[in-house]
C-alpha cells in the first residue's frame, strides 16, 4: 500500500474516529447524569428544617449489671420501633442493636450487654463518607441521610462497634417514621423522631419496665443536672474501646 | 538507514480480532446482567454480608484501579526519565491504563447500593473522605491521562509530552497512594490501618500493571503478526522482576512489623498460619506463583529473550495478585474486630467468629466482566487509534541495533497491509 492510499484511509478513519469519540462521549455523559437526574424529579430532596440545638448532647449509660442474659427487651422493642423485620437470613438482615455476651478469657465471668451505634463525637463512619450522608446532629446523634448515600458500605468498614447493617433486600410495610431503603447502610438513629418529639428512645423505654430494672438510661450528657450527668460524675464508667478516642455518646458500667 | 518509529492502527478484520471481541462482549453482557439481578434483587443474592461488606466486586476493582495507574508506568519511563526505549511503548501504556481504570470503576459502580446515585457521588464532597479524595482523583487521572495520549500522539505537541507526562506520573502516584489509603486509614480493623499500605499499594500497581500491559503488548503483536523484538521482551522480563521483587519486600516487612507487635499476633495467625482459604491463598497464590516463581523467571538466565516465558511470569503475577487483592480485602474483614479486648465475644451478629464469605457467580460475574470491559476498550482502541508502532524489532526500541531489519519489517506490513 502506497503512502497515498494510507492517508486515504486515514481520512476514512478520521472520520470514524470522530463520530466513535463523539458518540461515545455523548454516551457516557448521559449514563452518568440520567439516573440522577430522574432520581432528583422523583424525590425532591429537601433538607428537613430540625430545631436542633448543640447545648444538648443525647447519650445512653448503661448499666451491665441490670443487663440479665436472657432479657431480650430492648432488642424487641427497637426492631418494633423502627420496624425492622427480618428475612429469616442471620447474615444480612438489618440489627440496630443486639445482645452481646462478654467472657473474660481469664476468669470466665459472663457478662451480658446491649451493643449498639455509640453516636460517637468523633465518628469514623461520618469521617469516611464519600457523600456527607453519614452525618451527625448537632446534639450528637449520628444518622445516615437516606437521599445520599450511595450504599458504597465504607463505613460498614470505618466503624469500630459494627454498628451498622446495610438494607440487603426490598422493604416493605416501614414505619411512616423511620424511612429505610434497599442499597442504602442504616443504623441506630437513637429514635430521633421519639426524641424530637420529647421521648425517650424505644430501647430505653422498654428496658425500664423490664423485672431487673433501667440498665439503659438515657438523657443529656451536656447538662449537668440530667440524672445520667450526675450518675456519670459519681460512678465510675468505661468507653467502648475508649483507646480509639472517639468520645461515644454511649457509657457502660460493669465492664 | 535509520530506522523510523510508524504507529498504525491495526487492521482489526480477522475473524480472530472479532472472535475475541464477541468473547468479551458476552462476557460484558453477562457481568451487566449479574450487576442488574443483585441491584434488582438486593445484595442478599451475593456472598456479601454485614460482616463482609466488600467482597469479590471489590478484589476486581481494586486490582483493575491498582493495575492502571501502573499500566501508565512504562509511558512515565519514556516520558520522564527519558529512557528512549519506552517511547513507543507509551501510547498503548496510556490507553491500557484508562482502560483499565473505567473497567475497575464500573464494576465498582455497579456494585453500590444505590447505583442510580452516581451523579450524586459526584456532586456530594465530603472532603475528610479518603473515598472522595479518589473519585477526584480517578476522574482526573482518566483527563490527564487523555490529554497525554494526545500530546504523545499528535506531533506537533510532542514537545508537551515531557510536562504532561510528569504531571500524568505524580498524579498516578497520588491516585495509588489514595487506593491504598482506603485501607491504611481504616483504624477499626486489625489488618489495616498501617501507613505501609499506601507504597505498598504503589509497588503493587508497578508490578500488576506491567504484567497486565505485558500480555496485551505481546497478545497484540503475535495477533497482528507485527515484528516484536527481543531487545523489549528482555528489558519488560526484567523490569517485571524488579517490581516483583519489590512487592514481595514491601509485603514482608508489613508482615514482620505486625509479627513485632502483640496485639496483631491474631491476624498474623490467622492470614499467615491460619486453617482457612486465606492462609492457603498467601502462600500459594502470593507467595509461591504469584512471586517466587515469577521471579525466577524473570531474572533467572534460561528464560531469556522468551516471549513466552514473560507472558507465563506475567500471568503468574496477576493470579498472585487477585490471590492478595482477596487476602487483603476478604481476609481482612473475615478476622473478628477487637470489639471488647481480653473478652470472649458472642452474639446473634456474628461478633468475635470469623465471618464466613463465599463469593456468588453474580459478583465473579460482575468482576469478570469489569476486566472483559478494560481489555475490549483497548482492543478497540488500538482498531481506531494510532497506539501501536508498525513494528517493535530491535532497531527501532534500540538505536545502536543494526536499522536494515526494521526496515523490512516496515515494508513487509505495509506490503501485508
Not at chain 1, 431480650?72 to 452481646?100: H, M, S, Y
Not at chain 2, 456494585?111 to 451523579?119: C, E, K
Not at chain 2, 504523545?152 to 498524579?171: P, Q
Not at chain 2, 481482612?332 to 471488647?340: D, I, R, S, V, W
Request: charged share 15%.
Amino acid at each position: 500500500m502506497s503512502e497515498n492510499d494510507y492517508r486515504n484511509k486515514d481520512n476514512k478513519f478520521d472520520e470514524y474516529r470522530r463520530s466513535f469519540l463523539g458518540k461515545g462521549a455523548a454516551l457516557a455523559g448521559a449514563a452518568t447524569l440520567a439516573p440522577g437526574v430522574i432520581l432528583h424529579t422523583i424525590a425532591n430532596a429537601k433538607p428537613v428544617d430540625e430545631p436542633v440545638t448543640s447545648k444538648v448532647r443525647w447519650g445512653f449509660l448503661i448499666d451491665a449489671n441490670k443487663c440479665a442474659d436472657n432479657c431480650n427487651a430492648c432488642v424487641t422493642a427497637c426492631n418494633e420501633e423502627n420496624g425492622l423485620t427480618g428475612f429469616g437470613r442471620p447474615k444480612t438482615d438489618a440489627q440496630w442493636i443486639r445482645k452481646v455476651t462478654l467472657r473474660n478469657k481469664k476468669t470466665s465471668h459472663e457478662i451480658s450487654l446491649p451493643m449498639l451505634c455509640q453516636h460517637c463525637a468523633h465518628p469514623p463512619c461520618v469521617d469516611v463518607c464519600p457523600t456527607g450522608a453519614s452525618f451527625k446532629r448537632v446534639d450528637g446523634i449520628v444518622l445516615v441521610d437516606k437521599h445520599i448515600c450511595i450504599g458504597c458500605r465504607y463505613c460498614m468498614m470505618a466503624c469500630p462497634y459494627k454498628a451498622r447493617s446495610f438494607i440487603h433486600e426490598t422493604i416493605t410495610d416501614q414505619v411512616p417514621d423511620v424511612p429505610r431503603g434497599k442499597g442504602t447502610v442504616e443504623s441506630c438513629t437513637l429514635c430521633v423522631h421519639r426524641v424530637d418529639r420529647g421521648e425517650i428512645p424505644a430501647c430505653a423505654e422498654a428496658c425500664a419496665k423490664t423485672e431487673e430494672g433501667p440498665a439503659i438510661l438515657f438523657g443529656d450528657l451536656n447538662n449537668p443536672d440530667s440524672e445520667i450527668s450526675r450518675r456519670l460524675a459519681s460512678e465510675s464508667s468505661t468507653q467502648v474501646r475508649a483507646d480509639f478516642n472517639l468520645d461515644p455518646g454511649v457509657r457502660y458500667q460493669g465492664i | 538507514m535509520k530506522s523510523i518509529l510508524h504507529y498504525r492502527e491495526i487492521p482489526g478484520n480477522s475473524v480472530g480480532y472479532y472472535a475475541v471481541l464477541a468473547l468479551l462482549g458476552i462476557l460484558i453482557v453477562l457481568g451487566l446482567s449479574a450487576a442488574y439481578y443483585m441491584e434488582h434483587q438486593g445484595h442478599h443474592v451475593t456472598g456479601m454480608t454485614n460482616q463482609i461488606v466488600w467482597g469479590m466486586p471489590h478484589v476486581f476493582a481494586v486490582f483493575l484501579i491498582v493495575a492502571a495507574s501502573g499500566a501508565l508506568n512504562v509511558a512515565s519511563i519514556s516520558s520522564v526519565f527519558n529512557k528512549k526505549m519506552y517511547k513507543p511503548l507509551s501510547p498503548l501504556s496510556g490507553l491500557l491504563a484508562i482502560a483499565l481504570l473505567v473497567g475497575g470503576l464500573c464494576i465498582l459502580v455497579l456494585d453500590l447500593g444505590r447505583p442510580d446515585r452516581l451523579i450524586v457521588a459526584m456532586t456530594y464532597y465530603n472532603f475528610k473522605s479518603i473515598f472522595a479524595w479518589n473519585i477526584i482523583l480517578y476522574n482526573g487521572f482518566l483527563a490527564i491521562v487523555a490529554v497525554y495520549l494526545w500530546m504523545l500522539m499528535e506531533k506537533r505537541f510532542n514537545k508537551y509530552s515531557k510536562t504532561v507526562g510528569t504531571f500524568a506520573f505524580i498524579w498516578r502516584l497520588v491516585l495509588t497512594t489514595g487506593t491504598g489509603s482506603i485501607f491504611g486509614f481504616l483504624v477499626a480493623r486489625q489488618a489495616y490501618d498501617a501507613a505501609i499500605m499506601a507504597p505498598t499499594f504503589i509497588l503493587m500497581s508497578f508490578s500488576f500493571g506491567l504484567a497486565i500491559f505485558n500480555i496485551v503488548l505481546i497478545g497484540i503483536y503475535r495477533g497482528t503478526e507485527r515484528p516484536l523484538g527481543d531487545t523489549i521482551v528482555e528489558r519488560l522480563r526484567k523490569l517485571q522482576g524488579i517490581f516483583v521483587a519489590a512487592v514481595l519486600f514491601f509485603v514482608t516487612i508489613y508482615h514482620l512489623t505486625n509479627l513485632y507487635a502483640t496485639e496483631h499476633h491474631g491476624i498474623e495467625k490467622f492470614i499467615l498460619d491460619g486453617n482457612n482459604v486465606y492462609t492457603g491463598l498467601f502462600w500459594l497464590g502470593f507467595v509461591l506463583i504469584g512471586s517466587v516463581i515469577p521471579l525466577m523467571i524473570c531474572l533467572l538466565k534460561g528464560f531469556k529473550n522468551s516471549a513466552r516465558w514473560l507472558v507465563t511470569a506475567s500471568l503468574m503475577v496477576i493470579a498472585g495478585g487477585m490471590a492478595q487483592m482477596y487476602v487483603i480485602i476478604i481476609g481482612g474483614q473475615a478476622y473478628p474486630m477487637e470489639l471488647f479486648p481480653g473478652y470472649e465475644v458472642s452474639s446473634s451478629f456474628f461478633d468475635g467468629v470469623v465471618a464466613s464469605y463465599t463469593p456468588s457467580i453474580y459478583e465473579i460475574g460482575l468482576g469478570v466482566g469489569g476486566f472483559a470491559f478494560a481489555i475490549a476498550m483497548v482492543l478497540a482502541g488500538v482498531k481506531i487509534l494510532r497506539f501501536l508502532p508498525l513494528s517493535l524489532e530491535n532497531s527501532i526500541v534500540d538505536p545502536h541495533h543494526r536499522a536494515e531489519e526494521s526496515e523490512e519489517a516496515v515494508a513487509g506490513e505495509q506490503a501485508r497491509a
